[in-house]
């Protein structure tokens, strides 16, 4: 597939699709996902995180302000996060990422990703350099 130019609210689904898809394969941050959300993509759990997720990545992005939760608050409740298990996620969302975007066009999401896993990681107390 050509990689997208532009961030689209379209092209922002499929990366989180892409993401969550690869995710649910991986040995390291998908058990976290399992226990919350179960393991298949499709069902009533997933449906309304993935639109939670494409409205937040949107609001970043594009700023069509579709997202207006706290993105901080679910993760103080889903067990045992460390510094390893945000490396690995960020791994993921990068390959996603490169996977989908130029790379111009992907390093937004990359640069705010990895700023809010920094930030989630201190509010967690487990940032280490
Ligand atoms: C160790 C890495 C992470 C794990 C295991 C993880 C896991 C989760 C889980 C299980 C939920 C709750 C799903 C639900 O009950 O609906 C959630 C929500 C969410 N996560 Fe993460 N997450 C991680 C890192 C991140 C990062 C780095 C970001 C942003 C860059 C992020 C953004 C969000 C957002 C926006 C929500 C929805 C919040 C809301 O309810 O409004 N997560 N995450």
Not at 5 to 27: Q, W
Not at 40 to 53: A, T, V
Not at 83 to 97: P, R, S, Y
Request: aromatic content about 14%; overall charge negative.
């Amino acid at each position: 597939m050509e990689l997208a130019n532009k961030i689209t609210r379209e092209n922002v689904e499929i990366m989180v699709l892409t993401f969550y898809g690869k995710v649910l394969k991986d040995d390291t941050v998908g058990p976290f996902f399992i226990a919350k959300l179960g393991d298949d993509i499709n069902n009533d759990y997933w449906k309304p995180h993935i639109l939670l997720l494409v409205n937040f990545w949107s609001s970043i992005a594009l700023g069509d302000e579709s997202y207006n939760g706290n993105p901080l608050a679910p993760h103080f409740s889903i067990g045992e996060l460390s510094h390893g298990v945000f490396q690995e996620w960020l791994k993921l969302f990068f390959e996603t990422v490169d996977s989908i975007y130029e790379p111009e066009v992907g390093a937004i999401f990359k640069e705010r990703s990895k700023i809010i896993a920094g930030n989630f990681m201190r509010n967690l107390g487990i940032y280490t350099l």
